[in-house]
């Protein structure tokens, strides 16, 4: 298992030197300011509500207290990102030299993770999953390289719908030197899985979330990163000062407050997911319906090209994903609104291939 002192030697060294950019609202902590420091334009002109004229708290301080009630964990451990793709791009960042390092992925899996690395120029090391979408550690420990700094585990894992045990991401942090990110978008469709109760004894876990899944605020583009504060500051050192707008902070802090209405509405998808699961099992073209964890099935029909330019044609879209790994004609298709799924049903009951 490493230490947190090895942990933090797998960051870049000019990383490590870097002295981030400090604005003055960084520095100042109190209230009713006189805010001559960054340049605003000192009148609200756009809403009256919204206080937009003025840059948000860099930190977020706020909303990260907030978080950490709910989630059980300290705001220094917290990261907030325009999204959890800006999590993964500044932990590649930080700790994978281009040209030198590597990241392994988990096939198939979230492609942000390749395109992130391929952005920084890092190379990626791809081990496909096992036949039950369960990751093969013998062949992960045998494939990697001292170059590999960085692990990305999607848990639930997007397309495949199902989550890693505990257990097995556990033997990941123990065994591997480097850095593991668990990411869990989709954690909230299954709570009982998440990693976070190992974050205080691995300092090198980070735990990726968001709001953009359960939360149903994919157009706030707000992730979150939980980590060691030691790495949580390394990622603050990284990102651009204002990265999360005072809308999508307002948006957030509404969202909290209602955070009973979101766990009824999640309850509500996931009966959802199952009555869409046996529904779709009945239908000739479809040959399986994979158990999921998470607000989507994956479905392997007769002929996935096929089904999806039917969907397409009939106004429905969904993820054709027969080209990844283990996929072959394989459909991601995501939980709607129960008037969207008997749509979805009452379309592909009229499928002839």
Partial sequence: MMTLSETLELVRPNIMRLKPYSSARNEFTGGNAILLDANENPYNLWNDDLIVNRYPDPQQREAKLKIAEIKEVSPEQIFLGNGSDEAVDLII??????????????????GMYS?????NNVQVKEFILNNDFSINLQQFFNGISPSTKVVFICSPNNPTGNAQPIETIEQILSKFRGIVVVDEAYIDFCPEKTS?????????????????????????????????????????????????????????????EQYSNTKSLISQIVSERELLRLRLQQLSCVKMVYPSDSNFLLVKTTDANSVYNYLLNNGIVVRNRTHEPLCNNCLRITVGKPYENSKLIQILNTYRP
């Fill in 93 to 110: 960042r930080c700790f994978c030299e281009p040209s030198t390092d590597s990241i392994a992925i988990f096939s198939p899996t979230y």
């Fill in 115 to 119: 395109v992130c690395a391929e952005v």
């Fill in 196 to 256: 976070l109760s190992l974050l205080n004894r691995y300092p090198n876990l980070v735990v990726l979330q968001t709001f953009s899944k359960a939360w149903a605020m994919a157009g706030a583009r707000i992730g979150i990163a939980f980590a060691n504060p030691k790495i949580i500051a390394t990622l603050n050192k990284v990102k651009f000062p204002y990265n999360i707008g005072v809308p999508s902070l307002s948006v957030l802090s509404r969202a909290i």
